[in-house]
Protein backbone atom coordinates (compact mmCIF):
# COMPACT_ATOMS: atom_id res chain seq x y z
CA UNK A 1 0.00 0.00 0.00
CA UNK A 2 1.02 3.64 -0.69
CA UNK A 3 2.85 5.10 2.32
CA UNK A 4 3.19 8.72 0.99
CA UNK A 5 -0.31 8.86 -0.40
CA UNK A 6 -2.52 11.84 1.25
CA UNK A 7 -5.33 10.61 3.47
CA UNK A 8 -9.07 10.51 2.48
CA UNK A 9 -9.16 13.56 5.06
CA UNK A 10 -6.47 15.81 3.67
CA UNK A 11 -7.81 14.83 0.19
CA UNK A 12 -11.01 16.36 1.61
CA UNK A 13 -9.28 19.09 2.75
CA UNK A 14 -8.02 20.02 -0.79
CA UNK A 15 -10.75 20.39 -2.01
CA UNK A 16 -12.36 22.33 0.81
CA UNK A 17 -9.76 24.97 -0.15
CA UNK A 18 -10.96 26.16 -3.24
CA UNK A 19 -9.46 26.64 -6.78
CA UNK A 20 -7.89 30.19 -5.74
CA UNK A 21 -5.69 27.93 -3.28
CA UNK A 22 -6.01 24.67 -5.17
CA UNK A 23 -6.23 24.36 -8.74
CA UNK A 24 -7.29 20.82 -9.20
CA UNK A 25 -10.61 19.72 -10.73
CA UNK A 26 -10.43 16.97 -8.85
CA UNK A 27 -8.05 15.11 -6.25
CA UNK A 28 -8.51 11.00 -6.79
CA UNK A 29 -8.64 9.50 -3.30
CA UNK A 30 -5.78 6.60 -2.72
CA UNK A 31 -8.31 3.90 -3.52
CA UNK A 32 -9.19 5.34 -6.90
CA UNK A 33 -5.76 6.14 -7.86
CA UNK A 34 -4.45 3.05 -7.10
CA UNK A 35 -6.88 1.85 -9.56
CA UNK A 36 -5.85 3.37 -12.38
CA UNK A 37 -2.40 5.52 -11.73
CA UNK A 38 -0.52 3.05 -10.79
CA UNK A 39 2.61 4.04 -12.29
CA UNK A 40 2.28 7.55 -11.21
CA UNK A 41 2.13 6.36 -7.32
CA UNK A 42 4.85 3.82 -8.06
CA UNK A 43 6.79 6.65 -9.33
CA UNK A 44 5.92 9.12 -6.52
CA UNK A 45 6.26 6.61 -3.79
CA UNK A 46 10.05 6.00 -4.59
CA UNK A 47 10.99 9.54 -5.09
CA UNK A 48 9.36 10.97 -1.92
CA UNK A 49 10.85 8.48 0.16
CA UNK A 50 13.73 8.86 -1.01
CA UNK A 51 13.92 12.77 -0.82
CA UNK A 52 12.91 12.02 2.40
CA UNK A 53 15.86 10.08 3.58
CA UNK A 54 18.59 11.82 1.48
CA UNK A 55 17.56 15.45 2.82
CA UNK A 56 16.53 14.71 5.96
CA UNK A 57 13.19 16.54 6.16
CA UNK A 58 11.43 18.09 9.42
CA UNK A 59 8.47 17.67 7.18
CA UNK A 60 5.42 15.35 6.20
CA UNK A 61 5.29 15.68 2.49
CA UNK A 62 2.47 13.56 0.72
CA UNK A 63 1.27 13.55 -2.67
CA UNK A 64 -2.20 12.58 -4.46
CA UNK A 65 -2.48 12.41 -8.30
CA UNK A 66 -5.21 15.19 -9.58
CA UNK A 67 -6.74 16.76 -12.86
CA UNK A 68 -5.49 20.10 -12.61
CA UNK A 69 -4.44 23.08 -14.81
CA UNK A 70 -1.32 23.24 -12.71
CA UNK A 71 1.18 20.36 -13.61
CA UNK A 72 2.71 19.99 -10.77
CA UNK A 73 1.43 22.22 -7.25
CA UNK A 74 2.63 22.17 -3.60
CA UNK A 75 0.04 23.14 -1.25
CA UNK A 76 0.68 23.76 2.40
CA UNK A 77 -1.94 22.36 4.83
CA UNK A 78 -0.17 23.43 7.73
CA UNK A 79 3.10 24.55 9.28
CA UNK A 80 4.98 21.46 8.93
CA UNK A 81 2.55 19.04 6.25
CA UNK A 82 2.55 19.35 2.32
CA UNK A 83 1.04 18.17 -0.10
CA UNK A 84 2.29 17.79 -3.99
CA UNK A 85 -0.45 17.71 -6.34
CA UNK A 86 0.26 15.32 -9.90
CA UNK A 87 -1.53 16.19 -12.77
CA UNK A 88 -2.35 12.96 -14.14
CA UNK A 89 -2.19 14.07 -17.73
CA UNK A 90 0.80 15.98 -16.74
CA UNK A 91 2.57 12.57 -15.53
CA UNK A 92 2.20 10.68 -18.98
CA UNK A 93 3.00 13.58 -21.14
CA UNK A 94 6.43 14.07 -19.21
CA UNK A 95 6.48 10.75 -19.96
CA UNK A 96 5.58 10.33 -23.20
CA UNK A 97 7.72 13.39 -24.31
CA UNK A 98 10.69 11.72 -23.02
CA UNK A 99 10.49 8.47 -24.50
CA UNK A 100 9.67 9.90 -27.54
CA UNK A 101 12.69 12.05 -27.44
CA UNK A 102 15.29 8.86 -26.27
CA UNK A 103 14.46 7.23 -29.45
CA UNK A 104 14.57 10.07 -31.55
CA UNK A 105 16.62 8.15 -34.78
CA UNK A 106 19.38 11.18 -35.15
CA UNK A 107 19.57 10.83 -30.74
CA UNK A 108 19.18 7.02 -29.92
CA UNK A 109 22.81 5.74 -30.51
CA UNK A 110 24.30 8.34 -28.24
CA UNK A 111 21.87 7.49 -25.73
CA UNK A 112 22.28 3.40 -26.61
CA UNK A 113 18.05 3.46 -27.25
CA UNK A 114 16.96 2.05 -30.62
CA UNK A 115 15.32 4.22 -32.69
CA UNK A 116 11.98 5.00 -33.50
CA UNK A 117 10.71 6.65 -36.68
CA UNK A 118 8.63 9.84 -36.37
CA UNK A 119 5.23 9.89 -38.24
CA UNK A 120 5.04 13.82 -39.34
CA UNK A 121 7.44 15.99 -40.87
CA UNK A 122 8.66 18.98 -38.90
CA UNK A 123 10.50 20.73 -41.38
CA UNK A 124 10.94 24.19 -41.06
CA UNK A 125 9.47 24.40 -37.15
CA UNK A 126 10.79 25.88 -33.84
CA UNK A 127 12.26 23.37 -31.53
CA UNK A 128 9.14 24.22 -28.92
CA UNK A 129 6.74 23.45 -31.28
CA UNK A 130 8.44 20.12 -32.23
CA UNK A 131 7.71 19.42 -28.28
CA UNK A 132 4.20 20.07 -28.63
CA UNK A 133 3.30 18.41 -31.06
CA UNK A 134 5.20 15.26 -29.36
CA UNK A 135 2.99 16.07 -26.20
CA UNK A 136 -0.36 16.26 -28.06
CA UNK A 137 0.59 13.12 -29.96
CA UNK A 138 1.94 11.11 -28.26
CA UNK A 139 4.27 7.77 -28.63
CA UNK A 140 2.89 4.58 -27.80
CA UNK A 141 4.24 4.23 -24.55
CA UNK A 142 4.67 0.14 -24.49
CA UNK A 143 6.56 0.00 -28.14
CA UNK A 144 8.80 3.26 -26.45
CA UNK A 145 9.78 1.48 -23.49
CA UNK A 146 11.09 -1.69 -24.82
CA UNK A 147 13.23 0.61 -27.11
CA UNK A 148 14.89 2.76 -24.34
CA UNK A 149 15.34 -0.58 -22.02
CA UNK A 150 15.88 2.18 -19.33
CA UNK A 151 13.80 4.05 -17.07
CA UNK A 152 16.61 6.57 -16.11
CA UNK A 153 15.46 9.08 -18.51
CA UNK A 154 11.87 9.78 -17.26
CA UNK A 155 12.61 9.35 -13.77
CA UNK A 156 15.31 11.80 -14.29
CA UNK A 157 12.89 14.44 -15.27
CA UNK A 158 10.23 13.22 -12.59
CA UNK A 159 12.98 13.73 -9.70
CA UNK A 160 14.07 17.46 -11.57
CA UNK A 161 10.38 18.25 -10.82
CA UNK A 162 9.34 16.52 -7.81
CA UNK A 163 12.77 18.28 -6.09
CA UNK A 164 12.00 21.57 -7.40
CA UNK A 165 8.95 21.36 -5.63
CA UNK A 166 10.13 19.65 -2.59
CA UNK A 167 13.36 22.58 -2.01
CA UNK A 168 10.66 25.39 -2.21
CA UNK A 169 9.12 23.53 0.43
CA UNK A 170 12.52 22.57 2.69
CA UNK A 171 14.48 25.31 1.45
CA UNK A 172 12.19 27.71 3.40
CA UNK A 173 10.49 29.12 0.50
CA UNK A 174 7.00 28.67 1.91
CA UNK A 175 8.05 29.88 5.03
CA UNK A 176 9.75 33.21 3.91
CA UNK A 177 6.77 34.57 1.57
CA UNK A 178 4.51 34.12 4.23
CA UNK A 179 6.41 35.88 6.91
CA UNK A 180 7.01 39.87 7.35
CA UNK A 181 10.80 39.79 6.09
CA UNK A 182 8.95 39.33 2.41
CA UNK A 183 8.06 42.87 2.72
CA UNK A 184 11.61 43.89 2.66
CA UNK A 185 12.15 41.87 -0.71
CA UNK A 186 9.07 43.12 -2.63
CA UNK A 187 8.28 47.00 -1.76
CA UNK A 188 8.14 47.03 -5.54
CA UNK A 189 6.69 44.64 -8.36
CA UNK A 190 9.99 44.40 -10.06
CA UNK A 191 11.65 43.93 -6.90
CA UNK A 192 9.41 40.97 -5.97
CA UNK A 193 9.96 39.19 -9.05
CA UNK A 194 13.48 39.32 -8.54
CA UNK A 195 13.09 37.93 -5.30
CA UNK A 196 10.45 35.18 -7.10
CA UNK A 197 13.17 34.29 -9.80
CA UNK A 198 15.98 34.11 -6.62
CA UNK A 199 13.90 31.18 -5.46
CA UNK A 200 13.39 29.52 -8.61
CA UNK A 201 17.16 29.30 -8.91
CA UNK A 202 17.55 27.86 -6.21
CA UNK A 203 14.58 25.37 -6.33
CA UNK A 204 16.46 24.61 -10.11
CA UNK A 205 19.66 23.98 -8.76
CA UNK A 206 18.56 21.59 -5.79
CA UNK A 207 16.04 19.68 -8.28
CA UNK A 208 19.53 19.37 -10.61
CA UNK A 209 21.94 18.41 -7.40
CA UNK A 210 19.34 15.59 -6.47
CA UNK A 211 18.62 14.08 -9.64
CA UNK A 212 22.63 14.00 -10.11
CA UNK A 213 23.11 12.71 -6.86
CA UNK A 214 20.33 9.86 -7.38
CA UNK A 215 21.42 8.66 -10.77
CA UNK A 216 24.95 8.47 -10.54
CA UNK A 217 24.27 6.21 -7.30
CA UNK A 218 21.78 4.32 -9.06
CA UNK A 219 24.40 3.67 -12.00
CA UNK A 220 26.77 2.23 -9.33
CA UNK A 221 23.68 -0.84 -8.90
CA UNK A 222 22.69 -0.66 -12.50
CA UNK A 223 26.43 -1.97 -12.82
CA UNK A 224 26.03 -4.76 -10.02
CA UNK A 225 22.71 -5.94 -11.15
CA UNK A 226 23.60 -6.36 -14.84
CA UNK A 227 27.31 -8.01 -12.99
CA UNK A 228 29.29 -6.13 -15.74
CA UNK A 229 33.15 -6.65 -14.66
CA UNK A 230 35.23 -5.35 -17.62
CA UNK A 231 36.16 -2.12 -16.66
CA UNK A 232 35.73 -0.69 -20.37
CA UNK A 233 32.32 -1.85 -20.50
CA UNK A 234 31.32 -0.45 -17.23
CA UNK A 235 32.56 2.80 -18.15
CA UNK A 236 30.17 2.30 -21.71
CA UNK A 237 27.67 1.49 -19.76
CA UNK A 238 27.89 4.87 -17.25
CA UNK A 239 27.98 6.38 -19.78
CA UNK A 240 25.30 5.84 -21.45
CA UNK A 241 23.40 6.02 -18.27
CA UNK A 242 24.83 9.57 -17.68
CA UNK A 243 23.63 11.31 -20.81
CA UNK A 244 20.10 9.35 -20.28
CA UNK A 245 19.03 10.79 -16.90
CA UNK A 246 20.65 14.15 -18.46
CA UNK A 247 18.88 14.28 -21.56
CA UNK A 248 16.05 13.63 -18.77
CA UNK A 249 16.69 16.67 -16.84
CA UNK A 250 16.58 19.01 -20.26
CA UNK A 251 13.40 17.51 -21.56
CA UNK A 252 12.13 18.17 -18.10
CA UNK A 253 12.76 21.88 -18.78
CA UNK A 254 11.89 22.03 -22.03
CA UNK A 255 8.43 20.88 -21.16
CA UNK A 256 7.78 23.55 -19.14
CA UNK A 257 8.74 25.87 -21.67
CA UNK A 258 6.11 24.13 -23.91
CA UNK A 259 3.98 24.80 -21.28
CA UNK A 260 4.52 28.68 -21.01
CA UNK A 261 2.08 30.92 -22.36
CA UNK A 262 4.94 33.28 -22.66
CA UNK A 263 8.74 32.80 -23.12
CA UNK A 264 9.75 35.55 -20.95
CA UNK A 265 7.92 34.87 -17.28
CA UNK A 266 8.17 38.02 -14.84
CA UNK A 267 8.59 35.61 -12.24
CA UNK A 268 10.45 32.85 -13.27
CA UNK A 269 14.12 33.15 -14.61
CA UNK A 270 14.50 32.93 -18.89
CA UNK A 271 14.14 29.77 -20.07
CA UNK A 272 17.94 29.93 -21.00
CA UNK A 273 19.07 30.80 -17.91
CA UNK A 274 17.15 28.19 -16.38
CA UNK A 275 18.76 25.45 -18.45
CA UNK A 276 22.25 27.08 -18.10
CA UNK A 277 21.57 26.94 -13.82
CA UNK A 278 20.72 23.03 -14.32
CA UNK A 279 23.78 22.62 -16.84
CA UNK A 280 26.30 24.50 -14.63
CA UNK A 281 25.05 22.72 -11.16
CA UNK A 282 25.90 19.34 -13.70
CA UNK A 283 29.48 20.54 -14.36
CA UNK A 284 30.45 20.95 -11.06
CA UNK A 285 29.02 17.70 -9.47
CA UNK A 286 30.32 15.29 -12.26
CA UNK A 287 33.87 16.86 -11.98
CA UNK A 288 33.59 16.66 -8.06
CA UNK A 289 32.01 13.22 -7.68
CA UNK A 290 33.15 11.64 -11.02
CA UNK A 291 36.37 13.57 -13.29
CA UNK A 292 36.99 16.10 -15.29
CA UNK A 293 36.11 13.78 -18.49
CA UNK A 294 32.49 13.62 -16.80
CA UNK A 295 31.91 17.07 -16.49
CA UNK A 296 31.54 17.61 -20.35
CA UNK A 297 28.73 15.32 -20.41
CA UNK A 298 25.70 17.83 -20.39
CA UNK A 299 27.34 20.15 -23.26
CA UNK A 300 27.92 16.63 -25.08
CA UNK A 301 24.38 16.13 -24.32
CA UNK A 302 23.09 19.78 -25.20
CA UNK A 303 24.83 19.39 -28.66
CA UNK A 304 23.38 15.87 -29.54
CA UNK A 305 20.02 17.19 -28.29
CA UNK A 306 19.93 20.13 -30.50
CA UNK A 307 21.27 18.59 -33.41
CA UNK A 308 18.79 15.51 -33.43
CA UNK A 309 16.21 18.33 -33.45
CA UNK A 310 17.84 20.36 -36.17
CA UNK A 311 17.67 17.15 -38.09
CA UNK A 312 14.29 16.94 -37.42
CA UNK A 313 13.64 20.55 -38.56
CA UNK A 314 15.90 21.06 -41.20
CA UNK A 315 18.85 23.54 -39.54
CA UNK A 316 19.93 24.82 -36.30
CA UNK A 317 18.59 28.45 -37.21
CA UNK A 318 14.77 27.17 -37.93
CA UNK A 319 14.87 25.86 -34.27
CA UNK A 320 14.38 29.15 -32.57
CA UNK A 321 15.46 28.58 -29.09
CA UNK A 322 18.29 29.65 -27.03
CA UNK A 323 19.63 26.30 -26.07
CA UNK A 324 20.43 25.51 -30.13
CA UNK A 325 21.81 29.02 -31.01
CA UNK A 326 22.42 31.92 -27.97
CA UNK A 327 23.52 34.09 -30.62
CA UNK A 328 22.68 35.68 -34.22
CA UNK A 329 25.19 37.13 -36.60
CA UNK A 330 24.43 38.91 -39.36
CA UNK A 331 27.43 39.55 -41.50
CA UNK A 332 28.11 43.03 -43.81
CA UNK A 333 26.49 42.43 -46.85
CA UNK A 334 24.88 39.10 -45.81
CA UNK A 335 21.34 38.41 -47.12
CA UNK A 336 20.90 35.67 -44.19
CA UNK A 337 22.29 35.33 -40.34
CA UNK A 338 24.40 33.31 -39.07
CA UNK A 339 22.77 31.68 -36.16
CA UNK A 340 25.58 29.50 -33.73
CA UNK A 341 26.05 28.19 -30.01
CA UNK A 342 29.26 30.18 -28.62
CA UNK A 343 30.63 31.41 -25.65
CA UNK A 344 29.62 35.00 -25.68
CA UNK A 345 25.65 34.30 -25.82
CA UNK A 346 26.67 31.94 -22.37
CA UNK A 347 28.54 35.12 -20.84
CA UNK A 348 25.13 36.96 -21.75
CA UNK A 349 22.99 34.27 -20.66
CA UNK A 350 24.84 34.13 -17.23
CA UNK A 351 24.24 37.96 -17.07
CA UNK A 352 20.72 37.38 -16.58
CA UNK A 353 21.73 35.41 -13.32
CA UNK A 354 23.99 37.92 -11.48
CA UNK A 355 21.28 39.85 -9.90
CA UNK A 356 19.86 36.46 -8.49
CA UNK A 357 23.17 35.92 -7.01
CA UNK A 358 23.01 39.44 -4.86
CA UNK A 359 19.47 38.43 -4.10
CA UNK A 360 20.25 35.01 -2.87
CA UNK A 361 23.23 36.24 -0.46
CA UNK A 362 20.71 38.51 1.25
CA UNK A 363 17.50 36.49 1.70
CA UNK A 364 19.61 33.07 2.28
CA UNK A 365 20.01 33.95 5.77
CA UNK A 366 16.28 34.25 6.09
CA UNK A 367 15.48 31.47 4.54
CA UNK A 368 17.55 29.55 7.43
CA UNK A 369 14.85 30.45 10.24
CA UNK A 370 12.03 28.02 7.69
CA UNK A 371 14.28 25.71 6.65
CA UNK A 372 12.94 21.76 6.90
CA UNK A 373 15.87 20.17 5.13
CA UNK A 374 17.95 19.78 2.45
CA UNK A 375 20.97 21.94 2.37
CA UNK A 376 20.84 25.41 1.46
CA UNK A 377 23.57 27.01 -1.51
CA UNK A 378 26.79 28.96 0.40
CA UNK A 379 25.40 32.77 0.29
CA UNK A 380 29.04 34.09 -0.68
CA UNK A 381 28.66 32.28 -4.19
CA UNK A 382 26.20 31.74 -6.67
CA UNK A 383 23.41 28.97 -5.66
CA UNK A 384 25.05 25.82 -7.18
Known amino acids: MPSHYASDEEVKNLVNLGKKICAANWIFTESEADADYYAIIHDMEWIIAHLMRILNINAVINYAVASSTAPFQVVRLSENRFVILVDRNAYYDLLGLNLRIQTLPSLSEFLGTTSLELNSSYQGKY????????LFNPIDYQEAINATKSCMGYQASLLFIIGHEVAHMTHGHLGFKKSSYYKEFSLTEQDENLTLRTLEMDADSSGTTNVSATMEFSILKSLEMLEISEEIKRQEKSKLLRRQYITGIYVALLYSDARLKTFFTPKYPISYSRFLTAKGVLEIALRKDINEEASKT???????????FAAISGSLGSLGHP??????????????????YDELGILIGLEHLEPLYSRWSRIRPILEQYQLGGELAPAISPPF
Open 323 to 340: IATNMMIIEPGATEPVHQ
Open 298 to 308: PEQVRSHLVNS
Open 127 to 134: LLDIIKDF
